[in-house]
């Protein structure tokens, strides 16, 4: 006798997104790309600054010309683009910790986004002015 038993496999469950959770194309996606761009970024920039200074060391000529090339234009709008990266990066940090540590964090995650991208305006708008008139001569 041979009896052959039948196995009943279920049905793969469909993965259902709610809308809006953090990390799915809304505001706390976009702050955690940002995020992680600007920290990199920042990252490499601290990595040549600390190249760049210890060549002081190594050949005071060689420091000289290599100071010297930061003094263009296109470096001037490099270091724009270094403040508004720390700039936004210090205060999403910010929002971060009131995410991870704040009760309600979560519930007011997206509008803290809007605080810091608004707050980043402001001192961005504030900072360029100033920065690209000592950059070109201003």
Known sequence: MSSSATIEVPA????????????????GMWSWVLHRITG?????????????????????????????????PIMGLGELALVGAIGFHALNGLRIILVDFWGVG???QK??????????????IGFTPRHLMNVFGG
């Open 12 to 27: 793969p469950r469909r993965s259902v997104i709610p809308g809006g959770t953090l990390y799915r194309g809304n505001e």
């Open 40 to 72: 990199v970024a920042i990252y490499f920039f601290l990595l040549v600054h600390i190249l760049d200074t210890a060549l002081v060391r190594v050949s005071p000529e060689a420091y000289n010309i290599v100071i010297g090339a930061y003094k263009t």
């Open 106 to 108: 979560t519930r007011h």
């Open 111 to 124: 509008a803290m986004f809007y605080v810091v991208l608004g707050v980043w305006l402001v001192l961005m």
